[in-house]
């Protein structure tokens, strides 16, 4: 089995873009502000909107079931207040679970949380309970800089996130810490602040002893891992002058890396560099680089061929890539798909 656990839902009708316009139009001017059930999608339209893309080419390329969450760079937290991404989270979420309702053996839903900079984390807990517990999703994308690109929240290491790490405890759900639109102009939303906050987030639990206090809370650092598998020598290196143990210890129980890594260069370099327990497939296809490689032919998001392709594997270390890690860091999906009978 394949499990792909980075997929978004980014080919959503168009409906979803108008609705959230609106909503937007309605910070400025109250009386145009659409109501959540004002938002009208059949189920057709959404099974079109997934066969002809994701599910299309999950057939094409050969993955089974993919961890499917609302669009990343639309979650936008920095738009509006609480309430604002509140409806938003639940508008985006439900529309996930109805995907995966509709196509149960291809989809399992991860929750957008309605998270608001400045606003206490812990306000996000009763639309993360509701996903878990009445959808089934078994993972959530937790965006460390709501902001949108202005780094305004604490660290992840700040008990300012404890609220929701405890809560992620006790319903055994990892988060792929994934950040959304920059605002800032300076950083380009999936080139630069995306993998700039994938390397920011592996460096604040560096420096931090999160995971003495939460030592079962998992963390996917997506996109490969930004540049934290590139640079492993100054990160293993810093740790040491900090007087860290070694990242094995440190962090490699909590933290784990996916596949999104759009060369064989780079996910050779992932395979040699990180123990193989703790990387997961994954392609976040349809996302950010939609188009072909002129080097290869090929998609560049068609993660697949690049860990088929690696000198760096053997067929046991595919199986945990492919499916293994996923069992293990999403222990929800493991149970969802043991109850199915897989
Ligand atoms: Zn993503």
Redesign the pocket.
Known sequence: MIIDI???YTTAPKALEDWRNRQIAGLKDASVAPKAAELEISDDELRESIETNQLAKMKERGSDLTIF?PR??FMAHHIGDFNTSSTWAAICNELCHRVAQLFPDNFIGAAMLPQSPGVDPKTCIPELEKCVKEYGFVGI?LNPDPSGGHWKEPPLSDRHWYPLYEKMVELEIPA?I?VSTSCNACFHTTGAH?LNADTTAFMQCLTSDLFKDFPTLKFVI??GGGAAPYHWGRFRGLAQELKKPLLSEHLLNNIFFDT?VYHQPGIDLLTKVIPVDNVLF?S?MI??VRGIDPETGHYYDDTKRYIEATPNLSAEERYKIYEGNARRVYPRLDAALKARGQ
Request: glycine share 12%; charged share 5%; aromatic share 6%.
């Open positions: 980075h997929g978004h969450s990343a760079s994308n792929m994934h995306y997506p996109h999104c994954a976040e996302g950010a």
